[in-house]
């Protein structure tokens, strides 16, 4: 019998893991505890090949739901699931987690880029040595009005904050001029 995957649902379980050992602290039993005091426990052979087979594995039962060990994790699943479906489910789970992994790295990747690109304040020495030089007005038009500082070869392409690479520019000018080389 096949169920519809669209109704089924697999959650992560939140299992805690109790080891018991024999008298010279050999592993003998392990002992997984779900919820309201409900445990299902392993001998030695059934830890070691927990997984090995790259199968899901039923562990155990909590009302209408079933335990599975499936992709290295626990999974609680609506009972009836079939280890094919656990295992498809899982399988989804975890690939949309890598997704979103290599997303958010993207994402911080670009921040980092974003941050490093921020450039610092001109040096007050390279201002007043441009301002000395274009005599405190617009090297193009001659204004006086709404001064600014641009970079001939602008920044985002590589130009440097030297005195050589920084002139001054009006407002309306450097809006016209943009991040062209001119």
């Known amino acids: 019998m096949r169920t519809i995957l669209t109704r089924m649902s697999l959650q992560r379980a939140n299992v805690r893991i109790e080891e018991r050992r024999g008298f010279f602290g050999a592993l003998k039993e392990v002992r997984l505890w779900f919820s309201r005091g409900e445990h299902v ?17 039923a562990l155990g039962e909590d009302g209408g739901r079933r335990l599975w060990y499936a992709e290295g994790g626990y999974y609680w699943a609506e009972d009836g ?17 890598d997704a979103r992994l290599d997303r958010l790295r993207k994402i911080r990747a670009a921040e980092e880029d974003a941050e490093r690109g921020r450039r610092e304040r001109l040096p007050d ?21 709404e001064l600014q500082f641009d970079h001939v070869i602008p920044f985002s392409r590589g130009g440097s904050n030297a005195v ?3 002139q001054i520019l009006c407002g309306p000018c450097n809006r016209a001029k943009g991040d062209s080389i001119v």
Do not use: K, T
């Open 164 to 166: 050589e690479n920084i």
């Open 41 to 57: 426990a392993l001998n030695r052979e059934a830890w070691d090949a927990l997984g090995r087979s790259g199968e899901p594995v």
């Open 81 to 97: 699931m079939d280890a094919e479906a656990v295992a498809l489910l899982a399988w989804d789970r975890e690939r949309r987690q």
């Open 125 to 145: 020495e390279v201002r007043a040595a441009v301002w000395h030089r274009d005599e405190g007005r617009c090297v193009r038009c001659g204004s006086e009005q």
